[in-house]
């Protein structure tokens, strides 16, 4: 077995991918810091069944205002172990699972 694990998201019909929904702040607007804001971040899953837990969701609420096909897919993408200052052994890691080395 190797340090490789798959993510997945949910790729919408104009290529971006599904991102979280900001959180609504309950202060009143003048009492806000005055911040820029933030970008979305793309929803990431570490199965494939919870990516299509939310997308069956929101193909359910966009049925109920007549859109029957909105064209997500899920993606997947294949994420390494995180890198040491050393880059000789994560290459030498790299290299070994596309050659199909299984330690």
Not at 13 to 38: H, I
Not at 48 to 74: F, S, Y
């Amino acid at each position: 077995m190797n340090d490789f694990e798959r993510q997945y998201a949910i790729q919408l019909p104009n290529g971006e991918l599904f991102t979280y929904p900001e959180p609504e702040s309950l202060l009143p607007s003048f009492m806000r810091p005055a911040v820029p804001a933030r970008k979305p971040r793309p929803a990431v899953f570490d199965t494939e069944a919870d990516a299509m837990k939310i997308l069956d969701q929101i193909r359910i609420e966009a049925a109920k205002v007549g859109v029957t096909n909105i064209g997500a897919v899920i993606i997947s993408r294949v994420v390494g172990p995180w890198a040491e200052p050393d880059l000789d052994s994560f290459i030498a890691a790299v290299e070994g699972h596309a050659n199909g080395d299984p330690s």
